[in-house]
């Protein structure tokens, strides 16, 4: 008779989020390490408040790092005692890059990876309007919402501009179905802009949406959405356009 062969994966790193349905800053680390196969434990603190006594912050203070999610807990590295702690999206994706050099988290052209840690800071600090006028809500219709915050802002409008710009010249450029070809950190950054541009109804050209169509269909994504509206949570610090009876 033939034994079959049981293989421990030992799990050395820890991904602690927030709520899939709000937070957009989670589902970036999130998305990359799972589509990528790398191997971790997800812990996550739902929202009770932001405010310091709540559950989430102290749970973040025993950590060690600002009261914030994504933090990116590695068991490799310990430093008085305790595992690494890495906190911000950026952060954990170069330590990632670091620990995994081989698994496609940036691009292997020189002048390719420059381009996409470029596109990756400007989601990280910008697209202000896009991030405050429409803050993540996977399981939210606010299609009418978004028809009037569209009309109304400007800054929404180039935001949306400046995002199918990016997606343009790069798919142009790209051999493959993601914006440097295979699926990228750029890609798993761009992913909760097209929640975002979903739920909320946003126009984009044909171009843009055939894009947005291969992120929704990526399978670490539609499990984060699934997970998301599985939830079933209502958070009204989290929702400026709908009532609990809405």
């Known amino acids: 008779m033939r034994l079959r062969r049981i293989i421990t994966v030992k799990v050395c790193m820890k991904l602690v989020i927030g709520n899939k349905n709000y937070s957009s800053w989670s589902m970036r680390p999130w998305v990359l ?24 912050k102290q749970s973040l203070d ?19 005692g305790k595992p690494l702690a890495v906190w911000d999206t950026l952060a954990i994706t170069e330590r990632l890059a670091e ?12 002048s390719q990876r420059a381009i996409a840690r470029s596109i990756v800071a400007e ?3 910008g697209f202000n309007a896009l991030r405050s006028l429409c803050p993540m809500n996977i399981e939210a219709d606010l299609q009418d919402v978004g028809v009037d915050l569209y009309a109304k802002h400007a800054g929404l409008r180039d935001d949306l501009a400046r995002i199918e710009s990016i997606w343009a010249q790069n798919l142009a450029n790209s051999k493959g ?9 750029v890609d798993a950054y761009f992913a909760p802009t097209i929640m975002r541009i979903q ?3 946003l126009p984009i050209n044909a171009t843009s949406r055939a894009y947005a169509n291969r992120i929704l269909a990526l399978k670490s ?26």
């Open 177 to 185: 179905p993601m914006l440097f070809g295979a699926f990228s950190a």
């Open 33 to 56: 390490m799972r589509e990528l196969g790398l191997v971790f434990e997800e812990v996550n603190l739902r929202f009770d408040s932001f405010d310091a006594d709540s559950q989430f």
């Open 123 to 125: 989601i990280h600090s």
């Open 62 to 80: 025993q950590l060690g790092v600002a009261g914030k999610v994504p933090v990116l807990i590695d068991s490799n590295v310990i430093i008085a």
């Open 99 to 110: 620990c995994f050099p081989d698994r496609g988290i940036w691009p292997r052209d020189e």
């Open 199 to 201: 739920s909320y109804g």
């Open 221 to 246: 994504v539609q499990q984060w959405m699934a997970d998301a509206i599985g939830e079933d949570d209502f958070l009204s610090f989290e929702e400026p356009y709908r009532s609990r009876d809405t």
